[in-house]
């Protein structure tokens, strides 16, 4: 009897190579949208938490330059990380960064945030009840999930007159996996978040970004190979 054929993604050849590199430049706003000089006074250095470490590393050393007077680490448990971290990724992140010399007074933790649109909400919440007022936010993401984070805060940061910038850690497609954060499992979440960039607006949860059509072309390149478990 013939096996089973395998389902899932197929290993990348050239061409899957050549269209995630497309998905992740896109994604990866920061390099052609720097951050302005440090300066603290009411500038909150946001971090949406995840399975990646470095980007916890990556807020610290923005801290240390000077870009913010506070660390906000927002996440609970996801599916990637549930029995990874053994708590909340917003505890995990803000223990790295204490690790890391920032003092625990300039860091605030928010545990229950399971999407973007909870990080917004219940991370505004948590300051109002601190006491603390930013009109400057710099998230800090990883690089493949810059582009819709700011999509999400732009829209649904309440108030108005609040700067957003975006940062992650400096890697290039070629250099981003690692042994947490495998090609094949980033490469199928980009390609769900390509989709949410653009069914996301006409929920009212996004603002309207343009998707080049060689970008989306290489998510549905992607997507029929198999890379598609993160799909909205």
């Known amino acids: 009897m013939a096996s089973p054929t395998p389902t899932g993604p197929t290993p990348p050849d050239p061409a899957l190579t050549t269209a995630a590199a497309q998905i992740y430049n896109y994604h990866h706003l920061s390099p052609t949208h720097p951050l302005p000089p440090p300066s603290p006074t009411k500038t909150l250095i946001f971090t949406l938490c995840s399975l990646d470490l470095r980007v916890a590393a990556h807020a610290a050393a923005l801290y240390h ?50 999407n973007t649109g909870e990080n917004v909400r219940f991370t ?63 490469m199928s979440i980009m390609v769900g978040d390509l989709v949410r960039i653009k069914e996301y607006p006409a929920r009212g949860f996004q603002v309207e970004q343009e998707i080049p059509d060689e970008v989306w072309a290489a998510g549905q390149r992607l997507i029929a190979a198999g890379y598609n478990q993160h799909l909205p």
Do not use: C
């Open 65 to 114: 330059a000077g870009h913010g007077s506070h660390l906000a680490f927002s996440g609970s448990v996801g599916a990637l990380t549930a029995g990874r971290f053994g708590g909340p990724e917003a505890v995990v992140f803000a223990a790295v960064a204490a690790d890391l010399g920032v003092p625990t007074s300039a860091i605030i933790v928010e545990p229950r945030a399971t």
């Open 124 to 186: 505004f919440a948590l300051l109002r009840e601190l006491g603390l007022r930013f009109s400057r936010f710099i998230l800090v993401q990883k690089p493949y999930m810059e582009r819709r984070t700011w999509a999400t805060f732009v829209k649904q940061w309440p108030g108005e007159g609040a700067e957003f910038y975006v940062t992650s850690p400096p890697l290039g497609w070629d250099e981003y996996p690692d042994g947490d954060n495998p090609r094949e499992l980033v």
